[in-house]
């Protein structure tokens, strides 16, 4: 067991090794994130609308 000093020192220590991403970075990987979302939701749009298309036609509603 290890002393509440220490593993704050040894946590301050692993903080100091984080490479930690730029503003412009992180920007980027949000707008990625974003535009994958949009994407995504588009093609579930018309993936659904497709589905719901063609049971009602092989349903006959």
């Known amino acids: 067991m290890i002393s509440p000093t220490e ?3 040894q946590v301050k ?3 100091n090794r984080v490479t930690w991403p730029t503003q412009k970075e992180t920007m980027l990987m949000t707008a990625a994130v974003i535009m994958m979302v949009i ?3 588009i093609y579930f749009f018309f993936a659904d609308g497709l589905i719901c298309w063609a049971l ?3 349903l006959g509603v």
């Open 39 to 41: 994407f995504v939701m």
């Open 13 to 15: 220590r692993e903080m």
């Open 56 to 58: 009602a036609k092989i």
């Open 7 to 9: 593993f704050v020192s």
